[in-house]
């Protein structure tokens, strides 16, 4: 009965922490939809979520404004690719410690974004 205990405990565990990506003092727990930085939970709109779900699924790759509108809102989306900076801004305003000066979330000029998870 331990063993079977231990057992599930484990998968328990381990189950939570494929649900959590940590990147320097941020914390994505995907399912929950929470994210943290040192600790405190920070307001996520569902899109700056979403925003952040393809940046860490993708660390360290040019993602362009198209990419990411067809990723992000999908592929019937015909708005303006500006849109993807205007939630980009607010994102860092809410995950970075300087937004003006990201660590994160870094411009690319003429190519897009790239996310640096071990910044």
Do not use: C
């Not at 057992?7 to 929950?32: N, P, T, Y």
């Not at 198209?66 to 690719?81: A, F, K, T």
Request: no cysteine.
């Amino acid at each position: 009965r331990i063993r079977a205990a231990l057992r599930r405990l484990v998968r328990e565990v381990s189950g939570r922490s494929l649900d959590v990506s940590r990147f320097g003092d941020i914390e994505l727990h995907r399912e929950a939809g929470i994210v943290k930085k040192a600790g405190v939970e920070v307001p996520l709109t569902k899109t700056e979520l979403r925003l952040l779900i393809e940046f860490a699924d993708h660390p360290n790759m040019v993602l362009s404004r198209d990419q990411l509108l067809e990723r992000v809102w999908g592929y019937d989306y015909l708005g303006d690719s500006r849109l993807v900076d205007a939630h980009i801004r607010r994102l860092r305003v809410k995950i970075e410690d300087s937004p003006n000066d990201p660590r994160y979330i870094i411009t690319n000029r003429g190519l897009g974004y790239r996310f640096l998870p071990g910044a």
